[in-house]
């Protein structure tokens, strides 16, 4: 028996499977020049964080670079990252590496003697937008404001833009020109788009010849003994907690009887609704529009249909419930249909529509007796809330007057209990977000305060002792032992008798007569087989055609036939599209290490010096 899945559509080409464009600029030529507002003293009299050569690296645009790192990183994780952060990550090196590379490519380019002339910088200056004026052309008083604020003169920036200019130059000399070898092109192109079929025979308890049997005692304590591991307790704080919770107060409150009933009122179209449809609705940009649609339906096109041919999906005209009001023109037609159906064209405030009714709503009425132990239960809540929220400072001051944790309990009403927390634990009192980093920070010796909880309640926690690691006793672990052994024996039972149905089916057996299998036709590296273990594509990849192999991992054993490897095509355009691709990312990668390793050369042929104090002055004036 099989059951098939035939993936022989042809394979769409994926953007980016094989890499990424490169991009090779080392830094951004004006965005670092004109990142840094303010930035005008670093340390006094230091000028230079370091050298690489003849080529200093100023404190100006080490603080430029710095600060323009920052920004970036800031806007990418969706928060303020601080200095410390930045340091921790490693952002101030990035930052150092990447000067040190640009002052060395600086350095090379004045020593042969590589430059570009002023026609070239002033085209370069005259295209910047930050320098243009509202008639969009070069404005020399924006020019000259705009680095006045930036702290940089006109002379320093045109340099920097020739050095900028001069860099890319040599950039481009040193990772052009490379082409990937015709070969490897093709071998690549072969092995990405290479598809085989296979067929694949699952596993379960079902198909063992005899059903397991249960354990026995001996067995359970011989898996309890044999995995200690498993059955051990992690460490655990051993911690004391007082707390005080709305539902401890909220039966205690009086209420409030008016109160409740201007509640009911205040809320009575939630307890009092009309009676409502579920509805959709397709509109039309004209009655004309709206009338040849109502035509097709009416002649058997199925309404999904005309939903898909305006370009949208149901949940895009899924109004929910409305109520007759709620429709306004529409109301009476829909809530004239005693049965779901399609009604139209009607008006709507957004033109003609086609709308279909899905299901009907009863109308509903809570009256006030009702809905009193609802609103009853939250005015109770919202007063124990209150209630706690006074209680704070009396709690807090008995705290620091050495009060004990215990001595809450008559002191103020609240419930103590200890609690051996480990993260993850299932105590009710854990599940609170707050309770859960108090409990993490807490250490030996702290002094007990308030935490405030999220539903309005308080606690307060102790650290008695870590409690280290044990391995629990059997008795309380005795269901986990069971479930742990014949999980075990669950799977060597199935691995055995894989291995019995791939002895026959090399023997000339079918595959299909032990069982269900499922046959994919043609599949990509990758595709994927539900529940398969990881490496299982892989797998179907190593194989050779007609091989047979049991596969197992977690919770899975199967056995996998190998039907047939269906080569690459090698001359249709998908195919050579795909060469196409390959050779450009495999050029960018070349030109890339190329340039890379030229970078390392002129680094350490021309040297690199460091001033440590000077770095750090710098840092600091982002703290």
Known sequence: ??????????????????????????????????????????????????????????????????????????????????????????????????????????????????????????????????????????????????????????????TQVREDLARQVLQGAVASGFATPAPMTDTLQAWAAERRGFSLLRLTEADLPTPLPDPTDADLQAWYQANPATYTAPEAKRITYAVLLPDML??????????????????????????????????????????????????????????????????????????????????????????????????????????????????????????????????????????IGEKIETINDLLAGGTPLEDLATEAGMRVATLDYVPGSDDPIAGYSDFQKAAEAVQDGDFPEVVQLDDGGIVALRLDKVVPPALRPFDTVRDAVAEGWRADALARALSARAAEITTAVKGGASLGSFGIVDVMQSTARDGSVEGSPDGFMDTVFQMAEAEVRVVEGPEFTGILRLDRIQPAPTDDAAALSMKSAIATQVDQALAQD??????????AEAGVTTNEPAIAAVNAQFR
């Open 1 to 158: 028996m099989a059951r098939t899945d035939d993936d022989e559509a042809p394979r769409k080409k994926k953007k980016g499977t094989l890499g990424s464009v490169v991009v090779w600029l080392l830094m951004a030529m004006l965005v670092v020049g004109l990142g840094g507002f303010g930035l005008t003293n670093f340390g006094g009299g230091v000028t230079s964080i370091g050298s690489v050569g003849d080529r200093e690296i100023t404190t100006q645009d080490y603080g430029r670079a710095l600060q323009q790192e920052l920004r970036a990183f800031s806007a990418q994780v969706g928060n303020e990252v601080t200095m410390q952060q930045a340091l921790a990550l490693g952002l101030d090196a990035q930052v150092r590496q990447r000067l040190v590379a640009t002052a060395a490519l600086d350095n090379e380019a004045a020593r042969v003697g590589l430059s570009v002339g002023d026609a070239r910088v002033a085209k370069e200056i005259m295209a910047i937008k930050s320098f243009q004026g509202v008639d969009g052309k070069f404005d020399r008083t924006t020019y000259a404001r705009t680095l006045e604020q930036n702290g940089m003169t006109e002379s320093a920036f045109e």
């Open 250 to 387: 909220a039966d205690s409150m009086v209420l409030d009887e008016a109160a409740l009933k201007d509640q009911y009122t205040q809320r009575l179209a939630e307890f009092v609704q009309p009676e409502r449809r579920l509805v959709e609705r397709l509109v039309y940009p004209d009655a004309a529009a709206a009338q040849a649609a109502k035509a097709r339906l009416d002649a058997g096109t199925p309404f999904e249909t005309l939903v898909a041919d305006r370009g949208l999906a149901l949940a895009d005209i899924d109004l929910g419930e409305q109520s007759q009001a709620d429709l306004g023109a529409a109301g009476a037609a829909v809530f004239a249909l005693t049965e779901p159906g399609v009604v139209g064209p009607l008006p709507s405030d957004l033109g003609p529509a086609l709308f279909r009714m899905n299901g009907i709503l009863a109308a509903q009425e809570t009256p006030f007796e009702e809905a009193r132990p609802i609103l009853a239960a939250e005015q109770s809540t919202e007063a124990a809330r209150r209630a």
């Open 594 to 603: 190329a340039f890379a390793l030229f970078a390392a050369a002129l680094i």
